[in-house]
């Protein structure tokens, strides 16, 4: 999940939601959505492309990844490495029914 000079992998997040599958990157923070789970994924990564470029031409693409939690890597191959996401559950207690 690193973003090579020319390419970009993300882990997303897919859930369904009555008739339509939301397509979530946690990492640049985007979602989109479509009426199947490829459809979503493809939303996702047009608007993934369209964030990035929107950045780039304002020229505060470094400044947001940044506010995001990447890095830049040292590695030449690579510009960025996204924040490491890490998936773990929680216990909460509902509210008792009165």
Do not use: H
């Not at 693409?61 to 996204?82: H, M, S, V």
Request: proline share 5%; with cysteine; hydrophobic share 40%.
């Amino acid at each position: 999940m690193k973003i090579s000079k020319n390419e970009m992998i993300l882990k997303i997040n897919i859930l369904k939601e009555g008739e339509e599958y939301i397509a979530y990157s946690p990492a640049l923070d985007i979602s989109s959505c479509g009426k199947s789970e490829a459809e979503a994924k493809r939303n996702l990564g047009s608007a993934v492309k369209l964030f990035l470029e929107e950045l780039q031409e304002m020229g505060t693409l470094d400044e947001a990844l940044l506010e995001l939690g990447w890095r830049k890597a040292a590695n030449p191959r690579y510009n960025w490495i996204p924040p490491q996401l890490l998936n773990t559950t929680v216990r909460v207690s509902l509210p008792r029914n009165k």
